[in-house]
Structures are given as structure tokens and as C-alpha cells.
């Protein structure tokens, strides 16, 4: 539980996340069975999902709120990025859904992110370069080409 708590002191954690953990602390206790070591791991977790130190459905919105004031995601990145974090897809569109993000807006952001670091789109080459930067951050091919063909 020690471990537990400090981890999440830490950064917020999805119960996924601990629970790998905790796991992986856990493989190098030979104090104890397989079955006692199952057994605390889940009752490590029981415990903090009682004191609201666990919460998918808050970490989702709180990842998703962080990641895309540091860098533009499409819907699809960031869900994938959750489900890697161990959050349902449920979940993640949930959370996706009630976030105040628009895809075009998002979209935007990105293109000036790229512009910013690589400069104007001035050929058929850096056009490339934009649309792979685009679909890498998870947005979706038709607004995407719709996009670019305003440059």
C-alpha cells in the first residue's frame, strides 16, 4: 500500500497502471505465494478506489486535458494513447466526448504546430510531410486533405 501511495504521489495513475506495478513489485517479493501476492494486489486497489485515489473515468479527462495543451491530438491518437494506459474505449470516448476539444480547432493547432517548426507550405514535398504529421496525430484522412488543400 506504501508503494501504492507513493506511486500516485507521484502523477495520477489509471488502476491499469498501478496494478502493473504493483505487479512488477511484487515479482521480486519471494516472501510470498502467487495466490497472497493476487490477493493484496487486489485489495491494494479495492482500498484506493474506496479513498478516490483511483478513477478511470477522471484520469481519462485529466490525461486527455494535459495531452492536448502540450501537443494536438486527433480523436483516434487519443484514445489509442488511453487504451495503452489501460482505459476502455468506453471510457476514453466518454471522456474524449466531454471535453470541450473540436477536431477543427485541434486540427488548426496542429497545422500551426507543424508551420512553426518546419515553415511555410510552399511545395508538394512539405505538403507530404504535413499530411503524415497529421495522420501520425491521429486525425482522421478526409479532414486532413480537406486541410491541406486550403494551403
Known amino acids: 500500500m506504501d508503494y501504492a501511495l507513493w506511486l500516485l504521489s507521484r502523477r495520477d495513475m489509471s488502476e491499469f497502471e498501478i496494478l502493473k506495478k504493483l505487479h512488477l513489485k511484487a515479482a521480486k517479493a519471494d516472501a510470498f505465494s502467487e495466490e497472497e501476492k493476487e490477493d493484496a494486489q487486489k485489495i491494494i ?9 483511483i478513477n ?62 518546419k515553415g511555410a507550405i510552399d511545395s508538394d514535398k512539405q505538403k507530404q510531410r504535413l499530411i503524415r504529421f497529421l ?9 486532413i486533405y480537406e486541410k491541406v488543400a486550403r494551403f
Do not use: Y
Open 56 to 117: 478511470d473515468e477522471k484520469f481519462a479527462r485529466m490525461f486527455l486535458r494535459s495531452k492536448m495543451m502540450l501537443s494536438p491530438l486527433g480523436k483516434f491518437a487519443a484514445i489509442s494513447k488511453l487504451a495503452r494506459k489501460g482505459i476502455t474505449k468506453n471510457i476514453a470516448e466518454k471522456a474524449w466526448e466531454g471535453s470541450a476539444f473540436d477536431d477543427d480547432v485541434t486540427l488548426e493547432r496542429a497545422c500551426q504546430s507543424f508551420i512553426r517548426k
Open 135 to 143: 495522420a501520425s496525430r491521429g486525425f482522421k484522412a478526409g479532414m
Open 45 to 53: 486497489i479495492v482500498r484506493l478506489k474506496e479513498l478516490g485515489l
